[in-house]
């Protein structure tokens, strides 16, 4: 339910005197029967009776008109002059007596003059925004109120006079018409750039108002344009114009909502977050024109995608804690834009949504972790840029730079500016600033700098729990080497865009990846990989596109359903970073698989054990690793991968007996070189180890060894570094020995929490 409150005083004293002013005209003032006025005689007189302004007093919306009598014993008086004292900002009035308010809050006066005899009356006039109250929202009864409040479209149009831009005209150029109707917003519609949105949007309404299929492309890609320039135009729409639009829009997003694909269940779809963000933006802008259904769009928003779905996914435990988007690097920063425009207007109306969860500041970290460190080269990209370990559906990635498009950019700006204080709002302008991207216009116009934050000060590893996803790094800065450790499947539940990607592992140094997925599209044939030894072609987004273990050359997992990974251990040292991932639920035809990853940072060396059981002792099982460019073979024991100016060697040590493949995936953009290491051990139970060293290509490789007892293994990296693992199918003890110091790896998962001050390892 919705309260309508004026902020600076009673509702019923304003609503009545705008009520009745609107039905019995003008409200004299207290004094105008009886009492003599100052002047004296008799009130009857229409001569000497006292020069009166009814009403005398009235509260008015901002730019609000009323219009003032002034008389003398009920008779109106020609020839009153008509000024406002004071404030020369205090509003106009004409010569027949309609004021009209100012934009600004205030208490101004309003004064007739008699020019015959000099005597004056005055009006009191306080002009206070009106506001629905609902949701914890203070809506406004003005234009524009989506991402602009007075002081923002103050600040916004002081940046357009010292940085004006021509209006596009087509949706495909920057932010499309909502880039026009910003124009025409910051302009006051100079060069028809209202006018002209406007004859756009009204021609795209049926866009939203079809209905039929099973989601709504248009929504998410001209939804929040339509939105916006009804909000940002809406002094220039004719009553037809916002009736057509309130037919269209209303009538629409709510079918759209009722659709299964994009409702609460798929917290994480893009199309979830370009639904919600059109219920939420249309139901703010448009509320006085259809209330009703906007406090039903508002409950379904609130209650029921928020608080009855993605909310409870952020909380401890739940499949969203760390702030990854599910669905990669292509569809995932969906949530952070299409989310931007309405949930910054919640906070500037009253309710600071992206204090609700901690999610958003996570996804902040996350998206700084999970950035190279440095400029990078990428297949089919020509230019050298800044972009994301890929995962789950990227069919874009190898045509793009993806830190570089304007989801992350145009956030993490906003961000910048949303927390200018806190840590996480630091570290975002220090993002912002490494990557050096432009991002739109709206961003810019409301940006007030802040001073980055270095992220020395950062953790080195960081944990994403919801995907059980961890980063880890040898230190910050571009010479840094980064693993990506995806212990789990990102999009588990109803999500879209699914990859078999848990398990995997990725490595970045020197402005290359070392090893990576090979980047695809669930389900599409043209980013099909060659399958297994060569033969066939099998759908990308299963598990032998990544770093992984086949099983007689298979390993496709229930994907999209059942049980989750199980992060058994965690640890993040100062030394090393270490996890052990059971891996059966996601899995199949494995009864026992537990991968367990440990990365020395000195060495920029990742340690990968495999302990696997299969039901047939006969099984093959087979060690996946992926390179960009084809890999140099030394016989069975190791492959090197060079990339421009970086290598990676990958040695294996266990079992004794195995043999080398080299794999070209294919000849489609997103395809690579996969090592194909098979094992025959005969027996049910086995291991595997191997060990990946990213080093410069002209430095030597490691000379890693192995020592086996009855009870564990103790690999030797180097003569400072060796690691000890306890056999069996469980993971159990070990140790890692560095420089002479032996340090126990942990037994249980640590754990990490994200506030302002930035994610902390508790101990």
């Given amino acids: ?140 009864s003005r ?20 940085n004006p831009f021509n209006p596009p005209s087509s949706e495909d150029s920057g932010a499309g018409w909502a880039d026009t109707a910003l124009h025409g917003l910051l302009s006051d519609n100079a060069s028809g750039s209202c006018t002209n949105a406007i004859t756009w949007a009204l021609s795209r309404l049926d866009d939203v108002a079809d209905t039929g299929g099973v989601a709504c492309d248009s929504c998410r890609w001209t939804g929040e344009q339509l939105i916006l320039v009804y909000d940002w135009c809406h002094a220039h729409l004719s009553p037809a114009q916002r009736d057509a639009y309130v037919a269209g829009m209303s009538s629409g997003l709510s079918a759209w909502a009722n659709k299964d694909w994009g409702g609460p269940e798929m917290f994480m779809n893009n199309y979830y977050w370009g639904y919600l963000r059109n219920e939420l933006e249309w139901a703010i802008t448009a509320y006085e024109e259809d209330p009703t259904w906007a406090e039903s769009m508002l409950d379904f928003v609130f209650d029921g995608r928020l608080a009855g779905a993605f909310d409870p996914s952020t909380a401890p435990g739940g499949e969203s804690r760390g702030g990854v988007a599910f669905e990669g690097s292509e569809y995932g920063p969906a949530v952070s834009a299409y989310s931007l425009v309405p949930f910054v207007t919640t906070n500037l109306l009253g309710r600071n949504v992206y204090e609700e969860t901690p999610f958003w500041r996570e996804l902040i970290y996350s998206t700084i972790h999970s950035t190279t460190p440095a400029p990078t080269t990428v297949p089919g990209v020509a230019a050298v840029g800044y972009t994301v370990f890929p995962f789950s559906d990227d069919e874009g990635w190898n045509s793009r730079l993806q830190a570089q498009t ?104 020197g402005g290359r990846f070392l090893s990576r997925e090979s980047a695809a599209y669930a389900g599409a044939d043209t980013t099909n990989v060659t399958g297994y030894a060569g033969s066939g072609s099998v759908d990308g987004a299963l598990a032998i596109a990544h770093n992984t273990v086949l099983i007689d050359g298979a390993n496709p997992g229930p994907q999209y359903t059942g049980p989750s990974a199980v992060v058994e251990r965690l640890q993040s040292h100062d030394d090393f970073t270490f996890a052990v991932v059971d891996l059966v639920p996601p899995a199949t035809r494995m009864t026992q698989w537990r991968r367990e990853l440990v990365y020395v940072r000195a060495l920029q060396t ?140 942990r037994g249980d998962v640590q754990r990490m929490t994200v506030t302002g001050d930035g994610p902390a390892w508790e101990p």
């Fill in 406 to 509: 304007h989801y992350y950019p145009d956030f993490m700006t906003a961000m910048a500016t949303y927390w200018p204080t806190e840590n996480v709002g630091r570290h975002a302008r220090q993002w912002s600033e490494m990557v050096g991207v432009t991002p739109w216009r709206q961003i810019r116009a409301v940006d007030e700098p802040t001073p980055p934050l270095a992220f020395d000060s950062l953790p080195l590893d960081y944990y994403a729990a919801g995907p059980r996803y961890v980063y880890a790094r040898d230190q910050w800065g571009a010479d840094g080497t980064v693993v990506m450790m995806q212990l789990g499947d990102a999009a588990e539940r109803r999500i879209g865009h699914q990859h078999a990607d848990y398990g995997t592992f990725q490595i970045w140094r």
């Fill in 606 to 745: 990742l340690v990968v054990v495999d302990r696997l059981q299969t039901g047939a002792p006969g099984a093959t099982k087979t060690f996946v690793n992926h390179c960009e460019t084809s890999p140099a073979v030394s016989g069975n024991t190791s492959a090197t991968c060079t990339v421009g100016d970086q290598a990676l060697t990958m040695t294996t040590l266990v079992p004794a007996q195995r043999s080398y493949r080299v794999v070209d995936e294919g000849g489609y953009a997103h395809s690579q070189y996969r090592i194909e290491v098979d094992t025959t051990p005969g027996t049910a139970e086995s291991y595997m180890i191997h060990v990946l060293q990213a080093r410069d290509a002209s430095a030597p490789a490691l000379t890693p060894a192995v020592a086996e007892d009855g009870a564990s293994y103790t690999v030797t990296l180097n003569g400072a570094v060796s690691l000890t693992f306890q056999k069996g199918m469980t993971s159990t003890g070990g140790s890692i020995r560095i420089d002479g110091t032996e340090t126990a790896l």
């Fill in 1 to 140: 339910m919705s309260i309508r409150s004026v902020r600076s005083g009673a509702v019923a004293l304003v609503l009545a005197a705008l009520s009745l002013s609107a039905c019995y005209g003008n409200i004299s003032s207290p004094g105008a029967g009886d009492d003599d006025g100052p002047g004296g005689g008799d009130d009857d007189d229409p001569v000497n009776g006292p020069l009166v302004v009814s009403p005398s007093q009235v509260t008015l919306d901002l730019d609000g008109t009323q219009t003032f009598r002034a008389t003398r014993s009920g008779e109106d008086i020609d020839g009153v002059a008509w000024t406002i004292e004071g404030d020369p900002a205090g509003g106009t009035v004409t010569a027949g007596g309609v004021y009209s308010a100012p934009g600004v809050e205030g208490t101004y006066t309003v004064v007739a003059t008699d020019p015959a005899s000099g005597e004056r009356a005055e009006a009191t006039v306080t002009v206070a925004e009106l506001l629905v109250t609902t949701h914890g929202l203070s809506i406004p």
């Fill in 143 to 162: 234009h524009p109120r989506l991402w602009f409040n007075p002081s923002r479209l103050a600040r916004a149009r002081a940046w357009f006079a010292a």
